[in-house]
């Protein structure tokens, strides 16, 4: 079951129709699960909030085994630099654990246009369906077109597809079939 | 049959020794974080002594971090199998700047391409891993990965990003974020980069020969598909056939037509001769379809490394079936001598008597039913200019009662009457 937690407000259209789309890709029941708090303490001076900090002090969901719970946000966030900088983050998430957190503030303009809102949600499908796919162990993809090649690719389209390439959506399959429930 | 030698009869190739490689057992203390290749990030829980088939061993018990399964390896071992420490931060920037480095162009041979990555990620250390992703990926921006490579580029990014991990303390997830954005940074974004380590340097392997006896290539399996050639004839040649001293013994002639055997389909007179034993071993030697479109090339090129992966099916079957293609060109051999009358009839005449159907079925028998169906059609052309030969004598003997079409018969009735009288 992956539980949908929002952080900020969101439309609740956006929302079932996220849940219809992580649904269709990793075959599991999608719901949303209420919205939380952004802990405060996660905060750092500039203003963005530390995303491993953040998922660490947010408030419980309730959960069963093999539950995913994804945190939807309009917050920066920001990551520990690495030895060449700090990489962009879209999202942060427990690599084969339980909780990610995405954010929108990357995000391409929402807007009021159809055309604006709809790019928009395939974005928000694209980034949650990547963040969800750590949480079933999927590494990054080389591949453009699958939604687990990094956020921040030159090489990614301007509208990116919200779909997994076969190998990763096989891997998946293989993941969900072994999980203990 | 002979059989390629076994592989352990070879010696082993000495890797180049990578730096932090664990080379005595007494190094390990329980608690110590090692990296056993192919494997990933263990942690050392101790030592253990066990009875395993009636020999009492000493095993370091490990237990790997990603998910807690136990490995067990003798102490004796500790320092083959190529157990190191875990890269140290000096090393991993080291890694980061060869990641984020330009790429020269990555090897194209998959063959040459495999082997050097299986080996890198043995003894490569970590280096070795981050060339293995490396490689994979810039070879994956000219064309998608086949299979085997798109499991093996995800397995080799599996071990980097879990070292990565360990090796700087943070959590896997964002250890990938690190690799890639080094590996593909945004627009914009332009590092300061240090100049790379030493790639890994790899064992230089000699291409293996394969050395055949004589015995294997005296017997042509003329015998059995009941063709006998006349005296001083080799099997080897017009110029063998012609007896010209000093010429090289039969084996020797033939070594180089094992070579040549790929490009049977080429020799005239074989056109209607199928060749399915190299379509049974194409599928063998390369088992993805993928590979085996756009490495076809490479199978001509590269024949030692084709005879070190071939199948045991592929190895097994140009012995059984060997008869059968080589003697293609020997049809055509004896057509072009009718020139001279006396050697033809010789020729003929063992194929007219019993050249029959039982002893061109001998050889299929113990085939597979795949070399059968190779045998009948080598057979029937062998029967044919028996048949062809005999037939201005046929009517002669024999009203023209009979249609043209059924020459063979006449062929088979004649020893018979030449029994009766």
């Known amino acids: 079951m992956i539980r949908i937690v929002t952080l900020s407000p969101f439309d609740e259209v956006d929302i079932a129709l996220l849940s219809r789309t992580l649904f269709q890709a990793f075959g599991l029941g999608t719901e949303h699960a209420g919205s939380r708090a952004l802990p405060k303490d996660a905060q750092g001076e500039d203003g963005r909030y530390d995303a491993m900090k953040l998922l660490a002090d947010i408030d419980p969901v309730k959960t069963y085994a093999d539950d995913k719970v994804l945190y939807l946000t309009d917050a920066e966030l920001s990551v520990r630099p690495g030895p060449l900088g700090e990489p962009p983050c879209w999202c942060y998430t427990e690599y084969g654990g339980e909780k990610a957190i995405v954010t929108t503030v990357r995000f391409p303009e929402r807007g009021v246009t159809e055309a604006s809102i709809e790019a928009w949600r395939k974005r928000l499908a694209r980034e949650t369906i990547h963040a969800v796919g750590h949480l079933w162990d999927l590494h990054h993809c080389y591949d453009a077109r699958c939604a687990m090649h990094p956020s921040w690719s030159p090489g990614l389209p301007a509208s990116p597809e919200a779909e997994l390439c076969s190998f990763d959506r096989e891997k998946s399959e293989r993941r969900i079939r072994l999980a203990k429930t | ?421």
């Open chain 2, 1 to 421: 049959m002979k059989g390629p030698p076994p592989r352990h009869d070879q010696p082993k190739e000495q890797f180049p020794p990578v730096e932090g490689v664990i080379t005595d057992a007494a190094d390990l203390e329980p608690g110590d974080r090692v990296v056993y290749p192919n494997q990933g990030v263990c942690r050392i829980t101790g030592v253990e002594r066990k009875e395993i088939a009636g020999q009492r061993l000493e095993l370091v018990r490990m237990e790997r971090e990603e998910d807690g399964a136990a490995v067990l390896v003798p102490m004796a071992k500790v320092s083959t199998i190529g157990l190191r420490k875990v890269a140290t931060g000096e090393q991993m920037e080291g890694v980061f700047h060869y990641l984020a480095a330009q790429y020269d162009d990555p090897e194209l041979d998959w063959k040459i391409r495999h082997r050097d990555n299986a080996d890198r990620l043995i003894a490569g250390g970590v280096l070795g891993v981050a060339e293995v992703v490396k490689g994979l990926h810039a070879l994956s921006r000219i064309r998608p990965l086949p299979t085997k490579e798109r499991e093996q580029y995800d397995n080799s990014r599996h071990l980097l990003v879990h070292e990565v991990a360990v090796s700087l303390g943070v959590p896997p997830s964002l250890a990938e974020d690190y690799i890639d954005y080094a590996l593909m940074p945004p627009v914009g974004v332009v590092f300061k980069l240090k100049p790379p380590p030493k790639p890994v340097e790899l064992p230089v392997r000699p291409r293996r020969k394969v050395t055949r006896t004589t015995d294997e290539d005296d017997d042509l399996g003329l015998d059995e598909l009941g063709i006998a050639l006349p005296d001083g004839e080799a099997p080897g040649g017009a110029a063998a056939s012609a007896g010209l001293p000093g010429l090289p013994s039969l084996g020797e002639e033939l070594a180089p037509l094992d070579d040549l055997m790929g490009a049977l389909p080429a020799i005239p007179g074989a056109e209607d001769m199928p060749a399915p034993e190299l379509e049974d071993g194409e599928p063998a030697a390369a088992e993805d379809a993928d590979d085996a479109s756009d490495e076809d090339a490479d199978d001509v090129e590269d024949d030692s490394d084709a005879e070190e992966t071939a199948s045991p099916a592929a190895v097994e079957l140009p012995v059984s079936s060997r008869p059968a293609p080589r003697l293609v060109p020997e049809p055509a051999r004896v057509k072009k001598k009718p020139a001279e009358p006396v050697k033809a009839q010789k020729l003929a005449a063992p194929a007219k008597a019993p050249a029959k159907k039982p002893a061109a079925k001998k050889p299929a028998a113990p085939a597979k039913p795949t070399a059968k169906a190779k045998a009948k059609p080598a057979a029937k052309k062998l029967a044919r200019p028996a048949a062809k030969k005999p037939a201005p004598k046929a009517p002669a003997r024999a009203p023209a009662k009979k249609p043209a079409s059924k020459a063979v018969k006449p062929a088979a009735k004649k020893p018979a009457k030449g029994k009766k009288k």
